[in-house]
Structure formats: C-alpha cells, structure tokens
T-cell receptor, first 110, second 113 residues
Framework: GQQVMQIPQYQHVQEGEDFTTYCNSS?????IQWYKQRPGGHPVFLIQ?????EVKKQKRLTFQFGEAKKNSSLHITATQTTDVGTYFCADGTSYGKLTFGQGTILTVHP | KAGVTQTPRYLIKTRGQQVTLSCSPI?????VSWYQQTPGQGLQFLFE???????NKGNFPGRFSGRQFSNSRSEMNVSTLELGDSALYLC????????????FGSGTRLTVV
C-alpha cells in the first residue's frame, strides 16, 4: 500500500541548533499534514500543505511541499527544549484516512 | 470548547477477553477515526466513520470492529484479545474527514496480559 517514508528516525541536537525532518513518497500526494507528539502525549495537528511548492511558516517552523508533491520537509530554526517530541508527516491522499510516516524523534540537549 | 474525550484512559485485560473503547468527538465534528500506536509499528489506521457509516478500514483482523452513533460518538471493540493488541488506541475527530486535519484524544492505553 501507499507509504510515506520519514527520515531521520532519530535526531539529537544541542539547543539552538537547527533541525529538519523529511517525508518522501514514491507517488504523488494530494496533501500532506504534519503533527507533533510530545513524550507521553498525543499527536497534535501542526499544518496542512496542498499546493505544489508550497511553503508555510509558523514562528520558528518552516514547512515545505515539493514541486512534484512527492516530498515534504519540516525545518525548525534554533531549537528549544520545548521542541522535544516526535514529528509525524501524514499523507491524506487516500479517501477517508491519513497514512502516517514512522516519525522523527527529536531530542534537544540544553 | 471541549476536546476529544476517550474513555477509559487505561485498561488491563486478560488474553481472550474482549474490550470496548469509547470516543466522544469535538462538538460538530462528524468524522471519527481510530488508530493503534505501538513503538514498533507507529500509527496504524484502524477505521474511519462519518455519519454512522464506515468509509475506510485498515488492515486489521476482523476482531477489531467499530461503530458510530447518531451523535457522532464512536466505539471500537476488540474481541479475543491477544498479547500483541497491547497498544495506545487513539481516536481523532474532524469536521468532515481527515483532510480537515485531526484533533486527537489522549488515547486509551490497553495492556493485555
């Protein structure tokens, strides 16, 4: 079935460093969503991208959707300890469901 | 407004038993989806309901079933529990479907012993 591959699986950074996670698909995606799950918590919706080449920003977070709509990225500038958690991309192409990537676990060392 | 409410928060069941989990979506949300989350498999889609109709189903055995009521509340049932069913079960609601973006509940942590 359709899968979205997310890399890296883990990322350890020092506070203040930048962080990027990537989501790749072998097929064209109609839309992609990003979620954050804090340790012990539940996924929280961050953003949805639908247009080819779309770039959206939320404070220190920058989300991009590739020109071919087969990949997406989430970039965090100057990480803070509050950024700790697992970041998931989710493919919304299939009717009635989201298919989640495996997630990137971000650890921020103070 | 109130978020997505899942009950119970924790459950311990014995292998072979059955279990029912409940989810109350955000008021006005008509789509409810269920996911199983485990460390090894990540977030796996179980099923999605809209206006009491199942619109999509994931690749889980028939032991996993669900339903949605006219007030959009949803339940999922797992019969003949196996040790491998131990997981966090997450319910998510949205206005009309996943493309609106999900709001997740806090989940039900099921442990099968």
């Amino acid at each position: 079935g359709q899968q979205v591959m997310q890399i890296p699986q883990y990322q350890h950074v020092q506070e203040g460093e930048d962080f990027t996670t990537y989501c790749n698909s072998s097929t064209t995606l109609s839309n992609i969503q990003w979620y954050k799950q804090r340790p012990g918590g539940h996924p929280v919706f961050l953003i949805q991208l639908v247009k080819s080449g779309e770039v959206k920003k939320q404070k220190r977070l920058t989300f991009q959707f590739g020109e071919a709509k087969k990949n997406s990225s989430l970039h965090i500038t100057a990480t803070q300890t509050t950024d700790v958690g697992t970041y998931f991309c989710a493919d919304g192409t299939s009717y009635g469901k989201l298919t989640f990537g495996q997630g990137t676990i971000l650890t921020v060392h103070p | 407004k109130a978020g997505v409410t899942q009950t119970p928060r924790y459950l311990i069941k014995t292998r072979g038993q059955q279990v029912t989990l409940s989810c109350s979506p955000i008021s006005g949300h008509r789509s409810v989806s269920w996911y199983q989350q485990t460390p090894g498999q990540g977030l796996q889609f179980l099923f999605e309901y809209f206006s009491e109709t199942q619109r999509n189903k994931g690749n889980f055995p028939g032991r996993f079933s669900g339903r949605q009521f006219s007030n959009s509340r949803s339940e999922m049932n797992v019969s003949t529990l196996e040790l491998g069913d131990s997981a966090l079960y997450l319910c998510a609601s949205s206005l009309t479907g996943p493309r609106d973006g999900y709001t997740f509940g806090s989940g039900t942590r099921l442990t099968v012993v």
